[in-house]
C-alpha cells in the first residue's frame, strides 16, 4: 500500500518548533501520530517526491519473527480489552517509531476497512505473515474466538523462537572456540614459528626438535600456497553450495547426511520434530481437518526430508493409510512422535494427544539443549586447549634444548 507523504511544523513537550516529515495513510491519522508524541501541531502540509515514493519500497522480509510475536501479544491484549480490530491495528500502527512497521500495520488497517476479513488482509503478506498464522487467524474469525487464537499463536511463536536461539546458542559458542584456535594456529604457524626456528637455526649445529620441524613445514608451505590454499578452499565451498541449492537431489543427500551427524544432526532432528508436533497440536485442536494442517505444515518446514515426509504422509492419507504409518517409517523421527498419533488415530483423539506431545518435546527441548552445551564446549574447550598447547611446547622445545647446551 502506498502511503501519503506530509511535512508538519509542531511544537514539542519543551516548548520548541520541531520540523519535519512523516507518512501516513490521510491528513487525520498523521495529526493522530504527532499527538502520541505529545506535539502540538501548527502546520501540516502534503507533497509528492519520487525520493519519498523509492523511499517506501521495502526488500525482504519487513517483520522478524521476535516483532511478529511483539505484534500479536500487543494485538491481542487490545482484542481482550474490548477494542476493536481496526481501532487496535490504528493504535499499534501510531506506535510505531519503524516506518516499515507502520506501513504494513496501516496496510492491513486499510485492508479491513476496505472490507477484507483480517486473515485475507495477512494473507497479502505472506513473507511477514507464515500461512499457518492466516489458517488459524481464520478459524478464530470464525469461531469467534480471535482475540483468545493470537494469544495462543503468540504464545507458539514465542515457544519456537526460543527452542530455535536455544539450539543456536549451545552451537554458536563451540564455533566460535574452535575459530578462535584456528586463527590462534594460523597467526602462530606464519608469524611465530619462523621467527623462533631462525633464532635457534643461528646456532651452529642446532638441531630442531621434530614437531617443531613439522609445524615450521606446515607455516612454510601455508605462507607460500596461501593464496591457492585460500582460493581452492573458497572455490570448494561456493561449489558445494551452488549444488547443495541448485541440485535438489543432492541437497536432499547433503541434508540426510547433516541429519545422521551425532551431534548437529540430533539437534535438527529435534528441532523439526517440535515444528511439527507444535503445529498439529494448534491446528487439530483449532478444527482444522489433518490433510488441511499437513499441507499448511508442508509449507511451514523447510528441511526436505521432513517435507517429503509430509508428502509421504499425505499420501498415505488419500490412499487409505494410518496417518503414522510414514511417521513410524521414518529413522528420522522419535519413536515416542510416532506412537503417540498411531494412539490418536486408534482413539480418534489426535488433537489431544499432539498438545500433550507438545507439551513433553517443549518440556525436553530445554533439557537437551542445556545437555549440549555442558558437554558439548567443555570438549571442544580441551581441544582448543590441547592444540594451542601442542604449538606452545613446540615453541618451548628449541628454548630448552639449547638451554641445555649452553
Known amino acids: 500500500m502506498k502511503l501519503r507523504n506530509f511535512k508538519y511544523i509542531a511544537t514539542n513537550s519543551a516548548g520548541k518548533t520541531v520540523r519535519g516529515r512523516i507518512e501516513a495513510i490521510n491528513r487525520n491519522v498523521c495529526l493522530k501520530y504527532l499527538q502520541t508524541r505529545n506535539y502540538t501541531v501548527t ?4 507533497y509528492k ?30 482484542l481482550n480489552a474490548g477494542v476493536n480490530l481496526l481501532n487496535s491495528l490504528e493504535l499499534l500502527a501510531l506506535q510505531q517509531e519503524s516506518r516499515v512497521l507502520r ?18 488482509s495477512l494473507a497479502k503478506r505472506p ?55 584456528i586463527l ?7 608469524f611465530v614459528f619462523p621467527s623462533i626456528t631462525e633464532l635457534f637455526l643461528s646456532f ?13 613445514d606446515i607455516g612454510n608451505f601455508m605462507g607460500e600456497y596461501a593464496l591457492y ?18 541440485d535438489s537431489r543432492l541437497h536432499f543427500l547433503f541434508t540426510l547426511f547433516i541429519l545422521k551427524l551425532p551431534i548437529v544432526g540430533k539437534l535438527i532432528q529435534m528441532n523439526n520434530q517440535i515444528t511439527i508436533a507444535n503445529s498439529l497440536a494448534q491446528m487439530l485442536s483449532n478444527g482444522i481437518n489433518s490433510v488441511k494442517a499437513l499441507q499448511t505444515i508442508k509449507a511451514l518446514v523447510s528441511n526436505v526430508v521432513y517435507k517429503d515426509l509430509i508428502v509421504k504422509t499425505l499420501a498415505n492419507i488419500e490412499d487409505g493409510k494410518p496417518f503414522a504409518k510414514s511417521f513410524s517409517e ?54 582448543v586447549y590441547a592444540m594451542v598447547g601442542v604449538m606452545i611446547l613446540a615453541i618451548m622445545l628449541p628454548m630448552l634444548s639449547l638451554g641445555s647446551q649452553i
Open 43 to 46: 502546520k501540516i502540509v502534503e
Open 49 to 78: 517526491s519520487w525520493l519519498a515514493d523509492i523511499s517506501q519500497i521495502t526488500i525482504g522480509k519487513s517483520l522478524p519473527q521476535k516483532q511478529l510475536i511483539f505484534f500479536l501479544k500487543q494485538l491481542g491484549a487490545l
Open 103 to 120: 506501513r504494513l500495520y496501516f496496510e492491513l488497517y486499510q485492508h479491513i476497512y476496505n472490507g477484507f476479513s483480517f486473515s485475507k
Open 127 to 181: 513473507k511477514e505473515f507464515p500461512n499457518m498464522l492466516v489458517q488459524m487467524v481464520e478459524i478464530g474469525e470464525l469461531s469467534g474466538e480471535l482475540p483468545e487464537t493470537i494469544m495462543n499463536l503468540a504464545a507458539y511463536y514465542e515457544n519456537q523462537l526460543k527452542i530455535v536461539n536455544g539450539i543456536k546458542g549451545a552451537i554458536r559458542m563451540p564455533l566460535i572456540y574452535l575459530g578462535a584456535a
Open 184 to 190: 590462534i594456529a594460523i597467526g602462530m604457524l606464519l
Open 204 to 216: 651452529e649445529g642446532a638441531q630442531l626438535p621434530g614437531i617443531t620441524q613439522f609445524f615450521l
Open 229 to 246: 590454499i585460500f582460493g581452492l578452499t573458497a572455490f570448494f565451498i561456493l561449489f558445494i553450495w551452488f549444488l547443495n541449492k541448485y
Open 330 to 383: 521414518s529413522p528420522y523421527i522419535d519413536q515416542i512422535m510416532a506412537r503417540m498419533i498411531a494412539t490418536g488415530e486408534k482413539t480418534g483423539d489426535v488433537p489431544s494427544l499432539m498438545r500433550n506431545l507438545s507439551t513433553y518435546y517443549n518440556g525436553v527441548s530445554e533439557l537437551r539443549v542445556e545437555q549440549l552445551k555442558n558437554s558439548l564446549q567443555p570438549l571442544l574447550l580441551i581441544i
